[in-house]
């Protein structure tokens, strides 16, 4: 069974930096691309990255972009997300998802989330 799993969120000051892991586990299917949300207190859940593994073509959104960069370890089913400079703006709950599937047939999964906290 595929599971996907978030690590490494905490509390950083303002102007900090924290990088999230995402594993895939539990499958022998291929990743065919990763991504991350986000979701802060009372509002809706927001696009931060996505990541093609095939292509290797990464969108970022706008409010993080020149501040948090995804990268990858396919070896180890393994996609991070380093964020820099961090804003009281950046603290949710985020959130990963991986592709995960066959030539024919992939679907989306999603991790249960990690908090980031980012203190002013």
């Known amino acids: 069974q595929v599971h996907v799993e978030e690590s490494g969120g905490g509390l950083v000051q303002t102007g900090g930096s924290l990088r999230l892991s995402c594993e895939v586990s539990?499958?022998?299917?291929?990743?065919?691309?990763m991504g991350w949300f986000r979701q802060a207190p009372g509002k809706e859940r927001e696009f931060v990255a996505r990541h093609n593994w095939s292509s290797d073509i990464i969108y970022t959104a706008d409010s993080v972009e020149g501040r948090f960069t995804v990268s990858s370890d396919t070896a180890k089913n393994t996609e991070y997300l380093q964020m820099n400079s961090l804003r009281p703006e950046d603290a949710a709950v985020y959130y990963c998802y991986a592709i995960v599937g066959d030539s024919t047939t992939q679907r989306q999964y999603w991790g249960q989330g990690t908090q980031v906290s980012v203190t002013s």
């Open positions: 539990g499958t022998t299917l291929q990743t065919y691309g």
